[in-house]
């Protein structure tokens, strides 16, 4: 007699086990809304200037002439503490990419933009995603201040042979 009721317990439990499995399938339908936030990041992602990048610097507050070699001695240094943990000057790849060539490949004012607020770039450039897949590391911000930044730019003009 006992047995027979555990046993009809136990049917009852797979019964309700079973209902459950099945009736979780229903609410998904109802859905619609979901497009929305895809369709505003493309349009964040359409409005970044892959040439400029994005922060503060543009063609107009960034300028670049004969070297000044004393603004690149300072960038050296700044680079010493800040940088080379994870930056070669060559064209190898240590951490992050080598910097061999960054100059000719990058206009001076997107270097001066990544090297100040490398997330959101790093979140919307495409070459950049493309070396952060290489290289799975996100490059941390180094709290630049803008004189420092534009040393570094020095140094890695003067790195790539700018006299
Ligand atoms: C913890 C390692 C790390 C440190 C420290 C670091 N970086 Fe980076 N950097 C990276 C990585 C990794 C990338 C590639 C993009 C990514 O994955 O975020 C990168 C990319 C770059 C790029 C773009 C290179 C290219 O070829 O387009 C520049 C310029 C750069 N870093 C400059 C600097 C400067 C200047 C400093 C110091 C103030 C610095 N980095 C400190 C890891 C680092």
């Known amino acids: 007699m006992k047995r027979a009721y555990l046993t009809s317990v ?7 086990l079973a209902a459950c499995g099945g009736g979780e399938q229903k609410p998904e339908t109802d ?4 497009a929305e936030p895809a369709k505003s990041m493309v349009a964040d992602a359409s409005s970044y200037d892959p040439k400029r990048g994005e922060g503060k610097f543009n ?3 960034v300028t670049v002439g004969a ?3 004393a603004m690149a001695a300072k960038g050296e240094a700044i680079s010493g503490t800040k940088c080379f943990s994870c930056h070669k000057t060559t064209d190898e790849k240590l951490v ?3 910097w061999k060539g960054i100059t000719q490949r990058k206009a001076p004012y997107w270097i001066m933009n990544f090297i100040t607020n490398p997330d959101p770039m790093i979140d919307k450039d495409p ?3 493309a070396q952060l897949e290489l290289c799975l590391v996100r490059m941390p911000n180094q709290n630049l201040t803008d004189d420092d930044a534009r ?3 020095e140094f ?6 700018a006299k």
């Open 96 to 98: 992050g990419p080598g």
């Open 10 to 16: 136990f049917l009852a439990a797979l019964a309700l």
């Open 59 to 61: 063609e107009s507050n």
């Open 31 to 34: 859905g619609g809304s979901a």
């Open 156 to 161: 890695m003009r003067k790195n790539d042979g």
């Open 67 to 69: 070297l000044d070699a």
């Open 127 to 129: 070459e950049v995603q």
């Open 151 to 153: 040393q570094v730019l």
